[in-house]
Structures are given as C-alpha cells and as structure tokens.
C-alpha cells in the first residue's frame, strides 16, 4: 500500500497554508532554482489541490487522479489531493476555481478544449483568460467508428451519403458542444455540407455514446481514439478515418487530410492556476509541474491512458488557447449550438405539456383538498413555533457556512432543531451540537480529504 | 479457458489468507464510507482506489470486488434508519425501511438488506460469470426507442399504482416532471428554466430531492405535528433480525429482485432507478398485504435491495464484455482495470482469462465478506433509534445538509434541499404522495430525451416506436399495465 495514501493521511497543517505559501515559499523556490540548475533533485511542494471540474469517472477526473497518483509516487508533491466540482462542461469548476480559489498558490484546475466547448455554448462570463495557463498536459485524436456490419466500408462511402442527404446520417459522439461534435462540424464545413445540417446525437457518458455505436443506432460515431480502441482489436468496429496529421502507428485507418478532408483535430488537456497569485507562486507551480511531465512514472501513465505527450508551457500555452478558443467559437456557432440570448424562444411542447398538465391536476387537487377537509374534523393545525426554529436553523446554515465556515453554522442548524424538538436541555443540545460538527467535519475534511469551509476557525483547523 | 475451468482458477488465486484480508478491508472501507450519505459509490470508489495502488493485480481486484459492493451496500443503512438515501438506487428501500425502523424494526429491515444484497450479488455474479457475452450483445439492441417505452412502463407501473389518491398522484409526477425541465436541454445545449444561475444548468440532481423530500420534509413534519402520546422513543422490538415470517415473505422478494434488476442493470442506461422501483411496484402487486406498502412492508426493502445488488452486478457485463461503462462508478473501475493492463472489451475474455476469472471469483468473495461483516452489525446499527427525538433529528439535518454539499459543493444546492424540505412538508399535510414526484424527475427528462434522440435518428419517422420489436413490446406491456386491470375487473363482474 502506498505510504501515505490520501484515506490516511491527516493533512498536518493546514492551517499553515498561508504560512506556506507566503514565507515558505522563498526558500522553496530558491531550492527549486537551485535543484533545476542542479541534477537530480526535485522541487518539493506539501501539499497541492488539484480540482477536476467535472464528476468521478470523465477525463478530466482521470487527468487529476493520474496527476495526483504520479506527483505522490515520486514525491514531488507530499499531498495531492483530487477534488471534484462538476457541472456544465467544466464551467462551473472554473468559474468557482477564478472566484473562490484567488490567490492562492496551492492548487490546479484541470481543464481542455471541452471547456472551450463550454464556455462558448453556455455563454460563460469566465473564459479560460481569466485564469494563469500553466501548461497544456495531453492530447487525444479523435476517430470515426462504424461497427463491423456497417454497409459504410470507407470514409469515401459515409462522406458520399452525407453529401447526399445530410440529415440522414446520425453521428453519435459526447456531449453537446464538445470536441466530437465540433470535429463533426469541421468535417462538414471541409465537404462543403453545411454544419447546422449536422445530425449530431449528443450523449451524456462516453458508455452510453460507445453502445449506441456499438449497436448500430447511430450511423457513425464520433470520439477519442483510445475509446474505441478494445472493440478495434476485437474487430468489433471499423475506424473509417483518424484525425492526426500523419498515419498512427498500430492504427489501420487513413487520417482524414489523406483522404481530401482539409481537417486536423485533437482534443488537448491542460491545467491552469487561479488568478491573484504571485509570481514566485506561479513560478513554484509551473516547475512542479515541469517536474512532474519528465518523471518516467508520467510516461508510462501516458501510454497505459493512450495519451498523447502534449506538454506546452506557459506563454505558448496561453497564445494556443486563445487561437483554439477562437476556432471553436467560428465552430459552434455555424453548429448552431451556441447559446443565443436574444433569439426568440422556439415553442417548446414538451415543457407545455408539462407545465399545462401541472396547472390542471394541482387545481385538481386543490378542490379535492379542500372538499375533504369541509366535511372532516378540523385535524389539528401544525404547531409553528418549531416550524420557525428549524427554518431560522437552516436559513443561518446556508447563509453562514462561507463565512463563519461549516462547523459554527452545522452545531448551529442541529441546536436550532433539537430545540424545535425538545427545549429542555439547551446545553445538553449545544454538546451535541458541537460534538457532530466537529466530527463530521474532521471525517469529510481529514479523513475523506472532501474540504468543507473552514471559515473563522480556519486558522485554528 | 471454459466457465467452470475460469472460475476455479479464479477461486484459487483469490481463496488465500492474504486475499481473503484485502477483501475484508476493501468491504470494510467501502461499507464504511458508502454509509455517509452524499457520498455515493462513484466517489466511494474514487476516493479508496489510491489504496490499491501499488498491490499486485490479484489483490487489488479482490479490493475492488469488495470495496463497489461495499460502497453499494452502504447506502441502504442511512435510508433505512435516517430516511436519507444517499445514492439513487437507494431510494425505493427508503419507503418501507424507515417505517420499519420507526417501529422498532430497524435490524429486521438492515438484515433483509444485508441477506437480500448478498442473494442477490451471488446470483447475479454467477449470472456474469454465465452468461456475459450474450446478455451483451442483447443490450445493445436497445436503443432510444426502446428507452423511452421503458420509460413509458414505469410511468405506467407508477400510475397503476396511484390507485385511490389518482389526483393527488398526478399532481406529484407532473411537479417531478416540472422539476425535470430545469436545466441544459441535452439534444441542443439550450438551457431550460435554469434562470441564469449557473449551478441549475445541470438540472436539478434527483438526491437532493429525495433527501429534501424525505429526510427534511419529514422531520419538519415531526417538528410540527401537534404534540400526542405516540411521541416517545421508538421501543425495539427485536434487536435479532428477522421474525419466521419475515423469512418467509423476504425470499421470494429477493429472487424477483434479482430477476428484475440483472438484466436492467445490463443495459448500458444507467440508474438503478429504475430498477429498484419497479422490483418494489412489483412487490406491491403480488404481495398479500398490498395496505401494508408505505407502511413497512418487508418485501418493500427486500426486492429493492435485492434489485439494486442485482443491477450493480449488471452493470458489469457490459463494462467487461464490451468495455462500455454504463455509470459513473463503472467509469472509474474501467480506468482502474487499465491500469492493470486489462483492457476491457471483447478480446477480454480470451486475452486476459486469468485476471477476469480472478476479478469474478473475488466478487462472489466480496458478496460473502459483506455479509459476514454486517449481520453482526445490524443490532449496533439498529440501536440509532433509540437516540432522543431532538438528537436523532438534530443529526439528520446535519448529515442531509452535508451529503447535499458534498453533491457539488455548493451551497445554492443546500438552500434548495431546506426549500424542497418546505414542499415535502406541504405535501405530507396535504397527503400528497411523495414517490410520483421522484419518479417523474428522473423519469420525464429520460423518456424526453430519448423521445427526441429516436426521432432525430430517424429524421422525423414516428412509426420507429412500433416497428421496432423490442419497442413495441415494451409498450403493449405499458398499455396492457394500465388498461389491464381495468379490462379484468369488467370481465370478473360480467361472471
């Protein structure tokens, strides 16, 4: 077992985060020059974050569990931590990641060309510039799939069809507004096809895209090469084209530019650091990271993943991101998935139908309600005094948890209710109170290393 | 390598001290933290995997065998004592098993959760080990027309149910339903009624529904009830387990358990929604004591429980046999497998016999860990009840709001589960069902989607829903769930 496996490990001293970043860092950065000009040696951090914006299991949680597993094996950082704040193709991650996380110097955002996705389809008013690039890490190649049983035989007979009659073709690949739908839409926009005819079929995991693949209900799959690589070997699918520049080694598939499709893609992963920091601090940051993509442990990772070494450093980074971000807008919006806020609102039937059907039954209900209760005992009316202590319990807890931070406005919320419940024992309730905060946040925050706010007694914890 | 040749060699590179040690502490570890709600077994997974890093391959997949039935059997204990289900496959046994547990029998619910996961895991692992690559290549057949009529029969299966309160019913599935339109519209990327806040664009998570509904709901309903006798401690009344006959009325609800939730589990959907509701529906129609349903029927925890194992074994066939993750845990486990050097897919089986067979074995060890771990523990667990009404409740609160933070770390979703608590206390004054509005939330954007998703397939051909055979069955079966009933009572009165 790992030595200090996060399960494990108590973070010994948070609290000195600031510490670290602050007065430490001086003499960690002059060791980190030193060592660089050196040999062997290696910059030591204590403890980095890295926040993958999206929910266990996707690429990006894997990018940060493979960062954290390689910075923990060859000890260059003592305590990766993973965290995951999903929602909204990444944008949620960075919008709290450029707000909550400003300055400070111990913590990565994960991010990538799906982002961009994002952002441009959701109209983020946070964009990937509003946070310090530090290096652009991997990349994939996307591929198009068909299963072996396909009548399309080539890229030549697919294309031919689309021609024909776009909306007749389906491609089935992830989410709306990702890489593969963009790919798609360049592919059209190279065969003279215009993008918003584009059948895309969006799913929402990379399994439930690979079955509809698989299955035949889609006429061709669009998604990263690695994702279909096992049914590849087992002859299962059919790659039609691949979209590297050149022929891939091991792959038997032309690349789309062989075959008269003027279009080179890949989908490229990337970290960045929160805005507010330092100089030395990003400095610190990059050389970790720098340190990291040379260790042989990164390089194996690479290959188990089938990941492309993609590594770009700070600056070039940065002018990489802005040109991909502007390609990406051009994309979506001839996609026509890009939001849109001033178009007028289509007619939608399904949420009618709801909204209607809602409406109906709940003055349905309603008279129901109120026939039954004429005729009946009057029933006992709720008792509001409790109702009111467990509503200013919870109204507190929420407005207070950022500020005073989880453990005051938890003991809060369970004193407030205990007391709805039973006035009685106020201290009894109060000792109770404080003993499950404390120990609930002492599980979450060191044990599961899942942090709650630490607020005022985060000098303390 | 055959079957049985597989499995042999299985066991006996699984069967030793050593292994048998991983799989204790994976089970371990994984029941541990699967019981905080919140944490559901995706993040369970993720959070303990770190652990195996660095085992050799045998041990590690004894670890995970027991640390993904761990972290599935977890979640029943928290919705069984606390009336706050962490996960989503957890929510069915939330119905009955709390009120077990608010009449004293709580350890007979964990215990007919514990019995039932591990029934239904043995089975549905030997059913893997059988069966795979056929149930696969039947999978995949289902397409969005097949998922939307299955959406349709369990709407149905719902409505079916609905019996006396029809109005009240409805009403609580189209507020589900309702609910379900907040957020990005998945076919075109639009946002739906998320009103510019950024956290609504991912809709509304079905946990914080539950745990609002439920959890908050009703110990706000507690709170404020007009004071009566009945407001004691709960007095319990067996801390053994299970009476002769809740033995008798448990088994059969675990074998229909498994049969509904394996083969749900197979296709690459995802959710064990699904099937742990219609297990628990089915339990309702068949049982003898239909009344007894929402008021702590056994069956009503055995077949969920046994359903939701059941589907978690599912969920692996299509991840071993075709390298499809069909959930967000499943994800993670194939990630974990690469780094052993199994790829899953179809090669699997023949290029790497010796790690699946080792991965199946240590599964059924797991099933059996498992088991041995939480029977002693039902009486301790059961004891939760016996905690002053201000503490017990003090404590759900807090835990609610906790595992609803943990969701997405974000405090705009707890402010939404104490707004949720307020609606579920209106609903239990007003003697709304709660159920329908859950279903309708999980299951309107589903059959939304795949509505439309078949439709864009077939550039705008509607006939693809009957053409279809599997479609076409699945929705004369929702037809016949409706109308069946109807046409049966009519024939019985015409005799």
Redesign the interface.
Known sequence: ??RD???YNVRANRGGRILSSHVLCVPLLALATLAASGAAAQPQLDELRLIAPA????GW??TA?VM??VL??TGIVTTPV???????AG??GL??FVGAERGNGDVLLVSGLIMLGGIV??D?PVTLADAVPIARLTGEYEALAVPAASPFRSLEDLLAAFREHP??I?WGGG???GSDQILAGLIAAAVGVEPRRV?Y??Y?????A???V?????SVGVNGLAEF???V????LRVLAVSSAERLPGVDAPTLRERGVDVEFENWRSILAPPGITADERARLAATVDAMVRTSEWRDMLA??RWLDRYLPGDEFAAFASAEERRVRVVLRDLG???APGEASTF?P??TF??T??AL??V??AV??RRERKGAVAS?????R??A???A???L??LL??SLGFIVA?AL???L??????AR?PGR?LA??LC??VG?YA??DYA???P?PAGVLGAWL | MGTFEGLSYGFASALTVNNLLWALLGTTLGTAIGVLPGIGPALTVAVLLPVTFGLDPVSAFIMFGGIYYGAMYGGSTTSILLNTPGETGAIATAIDGHQMALQGRGAAALTTAAVGSFVAGTLATLALALFAPALASVALEFGPAEYFALALLAFSAVAALLGASLVRGLFSLFLGLALGLVGIDQLTGQARFSFGIPQLLDGIDVVILVIGLFAVGETLHQAARPRRDEGGPVRLTSFMGMSREDWSRSWKAWLRGTAIGFPLGVLPMGGSVIPTFLSYFAEKRLSAHPEEFGHGAIEGVAGPEAANNASTAGVLVPLLTLGVPSSATAAILLAAFQQYGLQPGPLLFSTRPDLVWTLIASLFVGNVMLLVLNLPLVGIWARVMLLPRPLLFGGVLVLASLGVYTLNRSLLDVGLLYVVGALGLGMRVLDVPLVPAVLGLVLGPMAEQQFRRAIAISDGDLSVFVTRPISAALLASAALLLVGPMLLGRWRRQR
């Open positions: 077992m790992g496996t996060p399960l929910a266990p299991g996707g949680d894997q569990r954290q597993q923990q094996r993973v965290e995951n704040v999903p929602g909204a944008t949620i919008a709290r389809t959701y983020s909306e007749s389906s989410s709306v507004g059948n079929i969006g929402s995991g990379g399994g439930e690979l079955s509809a698989l299955g035949g209900q889609v690589a096992a049914q070997d087992g002859g299962t188990r993943y998935a890009s939001a939608d399904y949420a709801v909204l059907g809602l039954f709940g349905a209900a129901v309600v006992g009316a709720l008792a509001w409790p109702l202590l467990i509503g319990g919870a109204a807890h929420v948890a950022d938890a919320l369970f004193w209710a205990a007391r709805a419940f039973d024992h309730d109770y109170a499950v905060a609930s599980l979450f599961l290393e899942l709650l």
